[in-house]
């Protein structure tokens, strides 16, 4: 069957966040459903003592998990009959919504030890935690299968599902499934209870890494007959500008008593919906068994995906039992060719350097708890800079940031937390593999990240069975490590198919490699830890600031430096810098006060350092010149002070108050800077390319604080509960400009249908709530994180602040 193939568009969607292999609807008896099972949760913090009450003649004895906290007696697991809820204490519960962090609201501790090194937890102390959620399950789900699965809880995690012990998972950072269908009461038979203890007194990284259930968690209904969990795997082996050949391989699961003959129907559609291609087949299942079905189909004319034309096809699966529906499927998938390469990346067959960044998930206000918005506005920041490419340092991200760099073009390195062959490892690692595999934006898989085994025999043996186990997993990816040491002629290196580089532009060690080893595919997994606190141009110990005018650290290079080596060695694949954004935990080079880093290019609210402009000059091809620091030193009148500049223009120009005071060209890649005398009024930068004037940068010196401004990046939400719009609050003088010093208290009141759900400034030493209806003003700006409830209307949210005229936005929620 050869169709019309209708011509596809790009296909992005950035307001609905979609897994890559999501369930659709079938029919409404057959129904599969993804119920998100986010909301009305109730919270416990601390340790409670749990008994286990067994009754007999009742589903066996263990019944239920309603946790009775009474002050000064233990905690039990009750057992309750049918819709009466066992006595508990709600005032010792606390009642939330999913996604949740409770660290986030922890006060501050002034101990190094707290985490896996110095500091390294950002001064919060870790502990542990309960969730608890009442639930019902409709008599005509009776028959099904019902699952829940843990998109991520940090960490350690046990569930009891009425009271049965459902399993343990250590993991923080990959999801945890349980099959509920024989422990669920359904109808009349009563309520169900979740109940979910989270350990996280141990740790997995040296940064912030949360508490609790800090991603979604998804309950699940399907026929017996279903496919199975991750159960398809959609690949591109043969693509040309006519035709792409894809390949579905579908498993499809029988859990009935009796043999099952199904027809499996493939449709592959374009984004539009338009079925370009229907494949079918027939196939015997034996009771309580598992079958993969291998399909082949075609695509006409592909619209290849890539960061610049984020094209997304579909395989729309459907599971009939003689003749009747019995379940639904949809994988999401693109057509693009990747090739690593002793000379360097290759996108769609085309040298394509990969522009990247290496990324923690937390961000202001929130912690590691971010909605989904709050990922696809860091992708945008980042996009913006001209950045194409995203390292999940140094663990397996939440799904929902990967749907977004399918639909929004960024390319992936994903990678697993831990170098380990043992059998949770490798079972961690699988699951990572199977969830992820479909996602055109992953483009490599990254075993490890800096382990001390790096290069020696025993590393080796434990890398060469990881990759074994990836390479039977999916064979259209390369892996590789993140090395920071042991880079040799066989052994380690040899293990993965594409050679890491953690800092080796000191010493020039990839130079060095390659001209021993002129085949190896090599890629600098991490660049240019360069430190730096937005604003702060002068070194601050006391305070915890780093200036921006820093010669960075002994490991890392220059802002924009490393991209010069990308351009002069391009066999180099690209480069992931040490990082987008600054995270909490892992202060460098001081520790307290501070309680984040300073590595960012963006600060923890996105608000970009002066290091930012290097990346955007060298990254996008918009004329570009930027100077700092800011032109406001009372008292240095007169006085030399020293400007640095970024720019993707040949020449440069100053000026001071309309006085040139220097013209000269610039070498590529590379800072300007020179000493000029201080004078109040204005600084003028322009930039030259062939002589004419393409860009230019004015900045000027303010006088007091007068007033607030409100920029919210949207004016209208959905009545969701769950969408969120993020307000940058800027302190100005009386003529608009930014005081770039101001430090004023700003408060914020709220109505209508929405809430705060976090604030920030950048300010890697603040001590201040993220929960919290105020927030100073750090170098003139803060942030305010507003979430829209269920209902219409709007949300007025207002600043202000007692020396200042303040500013009102309204969001309209529909």
């Given at each position: 069957m050869k169709?019309y193939i209708?011509?596809?568009t790009?296909?992005l969607?950035?307001?609905?966040?979609?897994?890559?292999c999501?369930?659709l609807?079938?029919t409404?008896?057959?129904?599969?459903?993804?119920?998100n099972f986010?909301?009305?949760?109730?919270?416990?913090?601390?340790?409670?003592?749990?008994?286990?009450?067994?009754?007999a003649?009742?589903q066996?004895?263990?019944t239920?998990a309603?946790?009775k906290?009474v002050?000064g007696?233990?905690?039990?697991?009750?057992y309750?009959?049918?819709?009466?809820v066992a006595?508990?204490?709600?005032?010792?519960?606390?009642?939330?919504?999913?996604?949740?962090d409770?660290?986030?609201e922890?006060?501050?501790v002034?101990?190094?030890?707290?985490?896996?090194?110095?500091a390294?937890?950002?001064?919060?102390?870790?502990?542990?935690?309960?969730?608890?959620?009442?639930?019902?399950?409709?008599?005509a789900?009776?028959g099904r299968?019902?699952?829940?699965e843990?998109?991520?809880?940090?960490r350690n995690s046990?569930v009891?599902?009425?009271?049965?012990?459902?399993g343990?998972?250590p993991s923080?950072?990959?999801?945890?499934?349980?099959?509920l269908?024989?422990?669920?009461?359904?109808?009349?038979?009563?309520?169900?209870?979740i109940?979910?203890?989270?350990d996280a007194?141990?740790?997995e990284?040296?940064w912030?890494?949360g508490?609790g259930i800090?991603r979604?968690?998804?309950?699940s209904?399907t026929?017996?007959l279903?496919?199975a969990?991750?159960?398809?795997?959609?690949?591109?082996?043969?693509v040309?500008?006519?035709?792409?050949v894809v390949s579905?391989?579908?498993?499809?699961?029988?859990?009935?008593?009796?043999?099952?003959t199904i027809?499996?129907?493939?449709?592959?559609?374009?984004s539009k919906?338009?079925?370009l291609?229907?494949q079918?087949?027939?196939?015997?299942i034996?009771?309580?068994?598992?079958?993969?079905?291998?399909?082949?189909?075609t695509?006409?004319?592909?619209?290849?995906w890539?960061p610049?034309?984020?094209?997304?096809?579909?395989?729309?699966?459907?599971v009939?039992?003689n003749?009747?529906l019995a379940d639904?499927?949809?994988t999401?998938?693109?057509?693009r060719t990747?090739?690593?390469?002793?000379?360097?990346?290759f996108?769609?067959?085309?040298?394509?350097?990969?522009?990247?960044?290496?990324?923690?998930?937390?961000?202001?206000?929130?912690?590691?708890?971010?909605?989904?918005?709050?990922n696809?506005y860091?992708?945008?920041l980042?996009?913006e800079?001209?950045?194409n490419?995203?390292?999940?340092?140094h663990h397996?991200?939440?799904?929902e940031?990967?749907?977004?760099?399918?639909?929004?073009?960024?390319l992936?390195?994903?990678?697993?937390r831990?170098?380990t062959?043992?059998?949770?490892?490798?079972q961690?690692?699988k699951?990572?593999?199977y969830?992820?595999r479909?996602?055109?934006?992953?483009?490599?898989?990254?075993?490890?990240?800096?382990?001390?085994?790096?290069g020696?025999v025993?590393?080796t043996r434990?890398?060469?069975?990881?990759?074994?186990?990836?390479r039977?997993?999916?064979?259209?990816?390369?892996?590789?490590?993140?090395?920071n040491?042991?880079?040799n002629?066989?052994?380690y290196s040899?293990a993965?198919?594409?050679?890491?580089?953690n800092y080796?532009?000191?010493?020039m060690?990839?130079?060095?490699?390659h001209?021993?080893?002129?085949?190896?595919?090599?890629?600098?997994?991490?660049?240019?830890?360069y430190?730096?606190?937005?604003g702060?141009?002068?070194?601050?110990?006391?305070k915890?600031?780093v200036?921006?005018?820093?010669?960075?650290l002994?490991?890392?290079?220059?802002?924009?430096?490393?991209?010069k080596?990308i351009?002069?060695?391009?066999?180099?694949?690209?480069?992931f810098?040490?990082?987008?954004?600054?995270?909490r935990g892992?202060p460098t080079?001081?520790?307290w006060?501070?309680v984040?880093?300073?590595?960012?290019?963006m600060?923890l609210c996105?608000?970009?350092?002066d290091?930012?402009y290097?990346?955007?000059?060298?990254?996008?091809d918009?004329?570009?010149?930027?100077?700092?620091?800011h032109?406001?030193?009372?008292g240095?009148e007169?006085k030399?002070?020293?400007?640095?500049?970024?720019?993707?223009?040949?020449?440069?120009e100053?000026?001071?108050?309309?006085k040139?005071?220097?013209?000269?060209k610039v070498?590529?890649?590379?800072?300007f800077?020179?000493?000029?005398?201080?004078q109040?009024?204005?600084?003028?930068?322009?930039g030259?390319?062939?002589?004419?004037?393409v860009?230019r940068e004015?900045?000027?010196?303010?006088?007091?604080p007068?007033?607030l401004?409100?920029s919210?990046d949207?004016t209208s939400?959905?009545a969701?509960?769950?969408?969120?719009?993020?307000?940058?609050?800027?302190?100005?003088?009386a003529k608009?400009?930014v005081v770039p010093?101001?430090?004023?208290?700003?408060?914020f009141?709220?109505?209508?249908?929405?809430?705060i759900?976090?604030?920030?400034?950048?300010?890697p030493?603040s001590?201040?709530p993220?929960?919290?209806?105020?927030?100073?003003?750090?170098?003139?700006?803060?942030?305010?994180?507003v979430?829209?409830d269920?209902?219409?209307?709007?949300?007025?949210?207002?600043?202000?602040?007692?020396?200042?005229?303040?500013?009102e936005v309204i969001?309209?929620?529909?």
């Amino acid at each position: 069957m050869k169709p019309y193939i209708p011509k596809v568009t790009i296909f992005l969607r950035l307001a609905l966040v979609l897994c890559a292999c999501i369930p659709l609807t079938g029919t409404a008896q057959y129904r599969r459903s993804r119920e998100n099972f986010d909301n009305h949760w109730q919270f416990h913090k601390g340790d409670i003592a749990i008994k286990q009450a067994v009754k007999a003649g009742k589903q066996g004895g263990l019944t239920d998990a309603n946790v009775k906290v009474v002050e000064g007696e233990e905690a039990i697991i009750a057992y309750t009959d049918k819709n009466k809820v066992a006595d508990y204490k709600p005032s010792d519960w606390t009642n939330v919504n999913l996604p949740h962090d409770w660290l986030i609201e922890e006060p501050f501790v002034h101990d190094d030890n707290i985490g896996s090194q110095p500091a390294g937890n950002g001064y919060r102390s870790p502990g542990i935690g309960f969730y608890r959620k009442e639930f019902e399950v409709s008599e005509a789900d009776l028959g099904r299968k019902i699952t829940i699965e843990f998109d991520g809880i940090f960490r350690n995690s046990t569930v009891w599902v009425n009271g049965h012990l459902m399993g343990n998972y250590p993991s923080g950072y990959l999801p945890s499934y349980y099959d509920l269908t024989t422990v669920l009461r359904y109808g009349k038979e009563g309520k169900n209870v979740i109940l979910v203890k989270v350990d996280a007194t141990d740790y997995e990284g040296w940064w912030y890494e949360g508490c609790g259930i800090y991603r979604h968690v998804w309950l699940s209904k399907t026929d017996r007959l279903h496919v199975a969990r991750f159960g398809t795997f959609v690949t591109t082996p043969s693509v040309s500008d006519n035709e792409a050949v894809v390949s579905v391989k579908t498993t499809i699961q029988n859990e009935y008593k009796e043999a099952k003959t199904i027809t499996l129907v493939s449709k592959l559609v374009d984004s539009k919906g338009a079925v370009l291609n229907t494949q079918t087949v027939l196939q015997s299942i034996a009771p309580f068994d598992q079958v993969e079905i291998a399909q082949t189909g075609t695509i006409s004319q592909p619209q290849r995906w890539s960061p610049e034309t984020p094209t997304l096809y579909k395989i729309l699966t459907e599971v009939s039992d003689n003749g009747k529906l019995a379940d639904t499927y949809e994988t999401t998938f693109g057509v693009r060719t990747i090739a690593l390469t002793a000379e360097g990346f290759f996108l769609n067959g085309k040298r394509y350097p990969i522009k990247g960044t290496a990324n923690h998930q937390d961000f202001a206000g929130v912690g590691v708890a971010l909605p989904d918005k709050l990922n696809a506005y860091r992708l945008k920041l980042l996009k913006e800079m001209g950045s194409n490419g995203y390292r999940t340092a140094h663990h397996p991200p939440t799904p929902e940031l990967l749907d977004l760099c399918d639909q929004m073009g960024m390319l992936v390195m994903d990678e697993n937390r831990l170098l380990t062959s043992t059998h949770d490892g490798l079972q961690e690692l699988k699951t990572l593999l199977y969830r992820d595999r479909n996602h055109p934006c992953i483009f490599m898989w990254s075993l490890e990240n800096e382990e001390s085994l790096e290069g020696n025999v025993t590393g080796t043996r434990i890398l060469e069975k990881m990759v074994e186990t990836a390479r039977k997993i999916d064979t259209t990816r390369p892996t590789t490590a993140a090395m920071n040491h042991g880079w040799n002629d066989g052994g380690y290196s040899d293990a993965v198919d594409v050679v890491g580089y953690n800092y080796g532009q000191r010493g020039m060690q990839y130079v060095k490699d390659h001209e021993k080893f002129p085949q190896r595919k090599m890629i600098v997994s991490e660049s240019t830890s360069y430190v730096a606190t937005r604003g702060e141009h002068e070194d601050n110990k006391q305070k915890g600031y780093v200036s921006n005018f820093g010669m960075g650290l002994s490991w890392g290079l220059q802002p924009g430096q490393d991209w010069k080596h990308i351009v002069q060695y391009p066999y180099l694949s690209g480069t992931f810098v040490w990082s987008g954004f600054d995270y909490r935990g892992e202060p460098t080079p001081y520790r307290w006060p501070c309680v984040s880093s300073h590595f960012g290019i963006m600060d923890l609210c996105g608000f970009p350092k002066d290091g930012y402009y290097a990346y955007k000059a060298a990254w996008t091809d918009t004329p570009l010149v930027h100077v700092f620091p800011h032109w406001n030193w009372p008292g240095k009148e007169g006085k030399p002070m020293k400007m640095r500049g970024y720019t993707n223009c040949d020449e440069v120009e100053w000026l001071v108050n309309g006085k040139r005071v220097l013209k000269r060209k610039v070498e590529p890649f590379e800072y300007f800077e020179s000493d000029v005398v201080y004078q109040p009024g204005q600084f003028e930068a322009r930039g030259y390319k062939g002589g004419k004037l393409v860009a230019r940068e004015l900045i000027q010196t303010t006088t007091a604080p007068a007033h607030l401004t409100l920029s919210p990046d949207v004016t209208s939400l959905k009545a969701d509960g769950t969408d969120v719009a993020i307000i940058n609050i800027a302190i100005r003088d009386a003529k608009g400009r930014v005081v770039p010093t101001a430090s004023n208290l700003v408060r914020f009141s709220i109505s209508g249908p929405g809430r705060i759900i976090g604030t920030g400034n950048g300010d890697p030493s603040s001590h201040e709530p993220d929960k919290a209806s105020q927030r100073m003003a750090f170098n003139g700006y803060c942030q305010v994180l507003v979430q829209s409830d269920q209902s219409v209307g709007d949300i007025r949210l207002r600043a202000t602040s007692e020396t200042l005229k303040g500013a009102e936005v309204i969001l309209h929620v529909h």
